[in-house]
């Protein structure tokens, strides 16, 4: 898609972080946005913005747990914008766990894969049928992570196992779209190279209702881009990070050639996945790089 003036583009989770970031990178290029979230403060803001920035934009409250609520953003794109170009099923959450995967709350579970899982199956069920039915250019995006999709960080086993299963999934739509001949592309995307500056270790502020816990906050301590940078200090280690606009400029230009990997990587993150591949081919029992 080298052109996305008048296009319609759908992003959940877009008040904030990388789906923010996408809203206004293709609004700049000329695309009318629909943004869904369930962040009210977010929201409001990012409404505000869009309209400061004179681009055109729907902001719908839109909970991806729910097909419903999906299929609602999708009518409401639809009507008030006039159609459907591009699904970017990015949002996510993550649950903020840490120590040992057998004292983990269920509640951990049940909202990450609530989210980032079902948030994906519901998000195809909803926007799928319609990009076919259409029968024109269209692109659907999933947002996933490398930490899952191609190398295990054992640090956060709850949120790897959902990106995990996520990239399965995006792997296997795109598939089933090239057998099928459709005109819809199918992209996997990677935020990255280096820990995104994100509301991810923040995802507490929008945890439901049913699936709170006595702790308030992540166990790890870790419930910013910051802590996690002075944690890692603590161990002499500096932890770089990349902006969220940089990623929606890479993802731009990746949607630009219909690409299927959105991914930039270091010639660090190159080499552990050559590793975990030769790990796999050699039968070599893992070891963790690190672990706590």
Not at 246 to 251: L, T
Not at 259 to 286: G, Q, S, V, Y
Request: proline share 4%; aromatic share 6%; hydrophobic share 45%.
């Amino acid at each position: 898609m080298k052109d996305f003036t008048n296009k319609v583009a759908v992003i959940t989770g877009g008040a904030s972080g990388v789906g923010r970031s996408l809203a206004f990178a293709l609004g700049r290029r000329g695309a009318k946005i629909a943004v869904g979230d369930v962040d009210k403060t977010a929201m409001a803001h990012i409404a505000e913005e869009l309209a400061a920035a004179n681009i055109e934009a729907i902001v719908e409250h839109c909970d991806v747990t729910s097909v419903d609520s999906l299929n609602a953003l999708a009518d409401a794109a639809t009507e008030k914008l006039g159609g459907l170009d591009l699904v970017f099923a990015n949002a996510g959450i993550g649950a903020g766990e840490t120590g040992a995967m057998w004292d983990y709350s269920e509640k951990d579970w049940q909202w990450c894969f609530n989210v980032n899982v079902w948030g994906v199956i519901n998000s195809i069920r909803a926007f799928m049928p319609r990009l076919v039915a259409a029968g024109r250019e269209a692109h659907f995006v999933v947002t996933g992570s490398g930490n899952g999709a191609y190398v295990i960080l054992p640090d956060a086993p709850i949120y790897t196992a959902s990106k995990a299963t996520v990239h399965a999934i995006t792997e296997n739509l795109h598939y089933q779209v090239q057998a099928g001949g459709l005109p819809v592309k199918v992209s996997a995307l990677f935020p990255g190279p280096h820990v995104v500056d994100t509301g991810l270790f923040n995802s507490g502020r929008v945890r439901p209702e049913a699936l709170k816990k006595e702790v308030e906050g992540n166990e790890s301590g870790i419930n910013s881009v910051d802590d996690m940078k002075k944690m890692a200090a603590e161990y002499g280690i500096e932890i770089q990070t990349t902006h969220p606009d940089e990623v929606a400029e890479m993802a731009i230009r990746g949607l630009e050639q219909d690409a299927f990997w959105l991914l930039e990587t270091t010639p660090e993150t190159d080499a552990k996945i050559r590793a975990r591949a030769d790990m796999i081919l050699n039968r070599t029992t893992p070891v963790p790089a690190m672990l706590g």
